[in-house]
């Protein structure tokens, strides 16, 4: 049954071997893009659990932390709320910060647990004075801090009293100083960004929830292991990284459909050779079908190391800890199904017009 | 093995091409009875491959009709299915699979049609064999000679035992022994299979090989072999 197939792939190496780079690129692309939007997703998530807190407040309107505004009116009313325990603000800024692009600062309480857990694995915890912080490993590195260095930041003077690990690249890719000084630094005045509630009990947080979307409508209230879920910001981001992987799966597609219509240009005549001594269009059909499937999951397969290589690079380059990539076995998965799809769906476009023309007229052209 | 070959019947065919600036076929009668063998002659450019085109339904004609065994050919359902039992078709330019070996470009045609990869690789082995190709069996088509491709060719054309055998210049590129070889081979087949024979060539030993001549010249077909002291006096391929 394989006959012709087998001959085709193994007697035209150059064919094979540039279809399955095609295969290959566009599956470890997709993969690899799903995985970043995964590991950006699972970074918040992380970082979140790690504040303990229960729910997570912030202004309904806003799409993230950072453009987030909770007025000090606002905190006096969650504090008043029933079954409400201890209401924590948290100033997050995102901004072009000690050189960097795009860095995260925390501005917290001097009494915040958030970084209870995090390792000093240089220097000391900052004092609440307003002229220290403490920088994330991540960040130390790639900008090259150590404790005990000063920096200048927005006209301020800084010391760096010491640096911390938390395994979560989004703490450790950023900083933390004290909520005044973060304030006033990033000019939030006296409001906040986001506010962590604890609650009394379990049982009483759904009760909170309702309180505060009844009496705060203007403010958005989640639990803190949904809160990334509605992360409005993460889910375009999702959505952008699953476009990109569509995106990639096009150019494989054309790629593909490419590869096979210049071979199929070539292969015309010999299409149209079999047609003439009698194959049935639906044989080769799945004669292309059958070469194509080959191709596709082959490359599906290929790409797995090659998007694993991806992600590992990413890992370790990724500017200041923000991406930090995760191959899943879902994404593996997804992602080898894809490219066996774009690689069949790139088979039809030039099978269709191998199979229409006259016979005689792709014997002629050879 | 039953004797019975294809009567074909075709009346005023035309074909043109770029656009009816070429005509390639006018008005052209043809009736060709079961079991005979026909050798076409003509001038270069006479329309002699496009008539066997037409005869196979390789393309179709812009006028007229074609009939095979009775049977219009625009009722034919699936032409290649046709083909695949009862036609062998030697191409004038061989159309061979370059990555194939001989003996896989013999077998192909029954491929298409499913069945027992070892007994068809029997079936064109032993044709290869009669033909006395049997020591190049295992070679690429690409590495072959014109003559051994030749060969491999009308060894295609036979394989799936046809009752009609379109031929275009069969003996257009091969020594003259090979070249009887090949029309004992096809005189084998018509005689044993009582199958028509439709033949193009420019010699008029083979032509006279066969049955009865029938001449084309631009476009137009006549009984007989037309001479004319207009015709070229070389034919291109001798
Ligand atoms: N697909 C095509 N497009 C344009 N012109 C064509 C096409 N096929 C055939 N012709 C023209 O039709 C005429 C007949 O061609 P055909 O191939 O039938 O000649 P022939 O008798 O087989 O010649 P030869 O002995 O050289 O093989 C020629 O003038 C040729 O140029
Ligand atoms: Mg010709």
Wanted: aromatic share 6%; proline share 4%.
């Amino acid at each position: 049954m394989m006959f012709l197939e087998s001959r085709n792939l193994l007697r035209r190496p150059r064919r094979t071997v540039l279809t399955l780079i095609g295969v290959t690129v566009g599956a470890a692309g997709y993969m690899t893009l799903l995985a970043a939007g995964a590991g950006l997703f699972a970074e918040f998530q992380d970082a979140i659990s790690l504040l303990g807190s229960d729910l997570v407040v912030q202004q309904a309107s806003a799409a993230t932390a950072w453009t987030s505004r909770i007025a000090p009116a606002d905190i006096r009313s969650l504090r008043s709320v029933p079954g409400v325990n201890r209401v924590t603000e948290v100033v997050v800024a995102a901004t072009r910060f000690l050189g960097q692009k795009y860095f995260i600062v925390f501005g917290l309480e001097p009494e915040s647990t958030i970084l209870a857990k995090a390792r000093i694995v240089d220097g000391r915890p900052y004092r609440a004075n307003g002229a220290e912080m403490m920088v994330g490993q991540r960040a130390a590195r790639a900008i090259g801090l150590a404790a005990g260095d000063r920096v200048e930041a927005r006209g301020r003077r800084f010391l760096i009293s010491g640096i911390y690990e938390t395994d979560r690249s989004i703490l450790d890719g950023g900083a933390v100083m004290n909520l005044e000084a973060a304030r006033s630094m990033f000019s939030y005045g006296v409001d906040t960004t986001v506010v962590f509630v604890d609650v009394k009990g379990p049982q009483a947080i759904d009760e909170v929830m309702l309180v505060i979307t009844d009496t705060l409508p203007h403010l958005e209230v989640s639990r803190s292991d949904m809160w990334v879920s509605t992360y409005e910001q993460f889910v375009v981001v999702r959505r952008f990284a699953r476009g990109l992987g569509v995106f990639a799966l096009l150019i494989t597609a054309m790629w593909v459909s490419n590869t096979l219509h210049v071979t199929i240009l070539e292969r015309r005549a010999e299409l149209a050779l079999l047609r003439a001594v009698g194959w049935r269009k639906r044989r080769i059909a799945v004669l292309v079908l059958r070469e194509g499937l080959a191709f596709s999951v082959v490359g599906g397969f290929t790409g797995i190391p090659v998007a694993a290589l991806i992600v590992w690079g990413l890992r370790n380059i990724g500017a200041a800890g923000i991406v930090s990539a995760k191959l899943s076995p879902e994404i593996v998965v997804e992602g080898v199904v894809i490219a066996v799809l774009a690689g069949l769906v790139g088979c039809v476009p030039p099978l269709v017009r191998a199979l229409r023309m006259q016979a005689l007229e792709a014997l002629r052209a050879t | 093995m039953p004797r019975d070959g294809v009567g074909v019947r075709a009346s005023g065919l035309r074909k043109t091409f770029d656009d009816g600036l070429v005509q390639a076929l006018v008005d052209v009668d043809l009736e060709i009875a079961p079991g005979e063998r026909l050798a076409i002659m003509g001038p270069t450019g006479s329309g002699k491959s496009t008539l066997l085109a037409l005869l196979a339904m390789l393309d179709s004609p812009d006028a007229g009709e074609i009939e095979l065994d009775g049977e219009s050919v625009s009722r034919i359902r699936c032409p290649e299915e046709w083909r695949a039992v009862h036609l062998g078709i030697v191409f004038q330019f061989h159309h061979l699979l370059a990555h194939l070996t001989a003996v896989e470009n013999v077998m192909l045609p029954l491929i298409g049609s499913g069945g027992r990869t070892r007994d068809i690789h029997r079936k064109a082995q032993n044709l290869l064999d009669s033909l006395g190709l049997g020591h190049r069996t295992l070679t690429r088509a690409a590495h072959l000679s014109g003559g051994e491709r030749q060969i491999t060719a009308v060894a295609r054309a036979l394989v799936n035992d046809p009752k009609l055998v379109l031929a275009d210049e069969p003996t257009g590129s091969v020594d003259s022994a090979t070249g009887e070889k090949i029309l004992e081979i096809l005189d084998e087949w018509s005689g044993r299979r009582g199958g028509t024979l439709v033949m193009v060539t420019h010699d008029p030993t083979v032509a006279s090989w066969s049955d009865r001549i029938v001449s084309l010249r631009d476009g137009r077909a006549y009984e007989g072999r037309v001479h004319c002291l207009t015709q070229p006096t070389a034919a291109p391929k001798f």
